[in-house]
């Protein structure tokens, strides 16, 4: 009888051994701590509550949750590098996206993450998705939509940005969609759902394993980012000067150099009607601001004429300082942050509905990742239509973590990444600096583990509520993409883990019998400080915890 025990404890725990990690009594299914319930109980599927004074996710079985997801988890950020080694190291002439997944999950999983991060390939998801029969190895995941890239690149939608003077707007040429058009409000539709509901065998809407699904890529939006005040050396220019100013007409996309059908820039037109509603009449208008408006409509033509739709910030009253305004009357001002937060609150809206029109039962967020330090009018709109908000910071600012829990008063996950360029294949690009570059993968380790132990105790000085939700730690492997040369991953572009045993110059096998090394240096540990952090949230949660 023993022997027959003996055998099928071994069969039991084999796979796990095999990928290098034990069984865990202290988690559910879902990652979330067992034990930890969250009052309301197991509802099927991820939600948001406040115990005490944490904010908290609890898992669909109603344990208490707090976020370690990773972003990217896919073959991208490592380009042509890292699809030859995948091909290497499990001996397939293609990509072997099942072997990959299912090896990534059960690693993330050793090394005390939780979650399925956003912008990751669909063959890491649990559940059947596209061409993937669903990852065996389950692991909760964050979904991402790119409503406004795609509106703007295949769609109707203009990009405000691109349809501003050269000689009014000399700031960076990012991208933020006409989010009054039609076509904006269609593309919200098509990406929460409409596009992918029949690719999928079974919708999202049932499925537990969403955590929640994030709006947009916020490098897509600019104009969400910090203002001057919050962040002064990286901040955006104010979207309510950028559609005062805009063109009220575009022809053609000046990335696809498709040519619009409906050639009206809705956000400008939006603006004029703000105006026009709040003013009522020319007259009054011309009195607050001090301009010479002749109509609200067009009288000589954008960029140099006299009417409202005619404005390009060429004319005095509206100023030339796009960023803080600082030349830009009072009432004038004003009326632009008013706008800016309508601004916002369409976009926030438009693409929350969408998502909640099609998983009703998960939670929405985004846009990953909005900056802590954005103007307030961006995120109390943020705050109206969310139910939790993802934001970066720079390392050693919790200012502006409270910040924006005291302009939203909603929870938080952070997003956010730390390199060591020197002590890995990347060595010699310059990297980020600021506070995310350190000199060894160990110190690298240490700084993340300090971050999260700082995120997980963080109180807002206002309520003593603790109301970071987690981390969302940027990314599954470094980059060396679209120009970037950073040192971002778990894993090198060769898949080695920086562990202080894969990733080095001699040929070794991991926990799984996979091949390791290979690497043209020997790297340190990042991920033991990492693990360590990890597997110690549940604990310290449960320090805390009362009986509930």
Not at 118 to 124: M, P, Q
Not at 245 to 264: F, I, L, W
Not at 454 to 472: K, T
């Amino acid at each position: 009888m023993k022997i027959y025990l003996g055998i099928f404890l071994l069969l039991w725990l084999a796979p796990v051994l095999l990928a290098g990690q034990t069984p865990s009594p202290e988690l559910d299914q879902y990652g979330g701590c067992r034990g930890l319930k969250v009052p309301g109980g197991a509802t099927g599927y991820f939600r948001l509550a406040q115990v005490g004074k944490r904010w908290i996710f609890a898992t669909p079985e109603g344990n208490a949750f707090w976020l370690r997801s990773v972003y990217s988890i896919s073959n991208y950020d490592g380009g042509d590098m890292l699809e030859r080694s995948l091909k290497r190291k499990y001996n397939t002439p293609w990509i072997p996206w099942e072997p990959y997944m299912e090896q990534a999950v059960r690693r993330l999983r050793a090394w005390g993450f939780n979650a399925i991060g956003e912008h990751s390939s669909h063959y890491a998801w649990p559940v059947p998705a596209y061409t993937s029969k669903g990852n065996p190895e389950q692991m909760p995941f964050l979904r991402l939509i790119r409503p406004s890239r795609y509106s703007v690149v295949g769609g109707e939608a203009k990009d405000i940005i691109a349809g501003l003077d050269p000689k009014t707007y000399t700031g960076w040429r990012g991208s933020f969609p006409d989010v009054f058009a039609p076509a904006f409000a269609a593309f919200g539709q098509m990406t929460a759902g409409d596009a992918i509901d029949h690719m999928l065998p079974v919708p999202l809407a049932k499925t537990p394993w969403l955590v929640g699904t994030t709006l947009d890529d916020a490098d897509e939006l600019y104009g969400f980012g910090p203002e001057p005040d919050a962040v002064p050396d990286h901040y955006h220019s104010h979207l309510g000067w950028m559609a005062a100013a805009t063109a009220p007409s575009q022809t053609s996309n000046p990335e696809g150099h498709k040519p619009y059908a409906d050639t009206r820039v809705y956000t400008k037109y939006a603006f004029r009607d703000f105006l026009r509603e709040k003013y009522n009449t020319l007259a009054a208008l011309n009195a607050a601001w001090g301009s010479h408006y002749t109509t609200w409509d067009s009288d000589g033509g954008w960029p140099a004429g006299k009417g409202v739709l005619d404005e390009s910030g060429r004319n005095p009253w509206l100023g030339r300082d796009f960023d803080r305004l600082s030349d830009t009357a009072p009432p004038v001002r004003k009326d632009l942050d008013e706008f800016l937060e309508r601004l916002a609150d369409r976009y926030f809206a438009t693409l929350a509905d969408a998502v909640r029109a099609y998983t009703p039962h998960h939670l929405v967020f985004g846009p990953a990742a909005i900056a802590a330090g954005a103007r307030p009018q961006v995120l109390r709109a943020a705050a109206r239509h969310l139910d939790a908000i993802q934001v970066w910071a720079l390392p050693g600012r919790p200012d502006l973590l409270e910040r924006a829990y005291s302009i939203t008063g909603k929870p938080l996950f952070v997003w956010t990444t730390f390199m060591s360029q020197a002590d890995s294949p990347l060595a010699g690009a310059p990297g980020w600096k600021g506070g995310y570059d350190f000199p060894s993968q160990q110190e690298r380790g240490q700084a993340y583990a300090t971050y999260l132990r700082s995120l997980l105790n963080f109180r807002s000085p206002a309520d003593s509520v603790n109301f970071v939700l987690g981390i969302d730690w940027w990314a599954w492997t470094d980059k060396i993409v679209l120009g970037e040369r950073n040192n971002f991953g778990l894993t090198t572009y060769h898949d080695n883990a920086y562990d202080g045993r894969e990733a080095r110059r001699a040929a070794s096998r991991d926990a799984a019998g996979n091949p390791t090394g290979g690497e043209i240096r020997d790297y340190g540990n990042f991920l033991g400080a990492v693990t360590e952090a990890n597997q110690g949230v549940c604990a310290a949660l449960r320090q805390e915890w009362k009986p509930r």
